[in-house]
């Protein structure tokens, strides 16, 4: 998933960037940089991001 289509994701969800800085426990100007594909990942940030959105499509979907 690349941060355009996270921040595509993102808002169609109402989630704001803070929301998910707070989640993975970063800035919220990493994932605004990122969604704007102005700075690569950590892998281990981006696993946290991968996590937050896997949770979040299980509780969107009804399965929780």
Do not use: P
């Not at 921040?7 to 970063?26: D, L």
């Amino acid at each position: 998933m690349t941060g355009r289509e996270f921040r595509s994701w993102r808002r169609s969800q109402e989630i704001t960037q803070q929301v998910v800085a707070n989640s993975v426990n970063c800035n919220v100007s990493t994932i605004s940089r990122w969604e704007k594909g102005e700075l690569n990942l950590t892998t281990l940030l981006y696993e946290k991001i991968l996590k937050f959105y896997n949770n979040h499509l299980v509780v969107s979907n009804g399965q929780i």
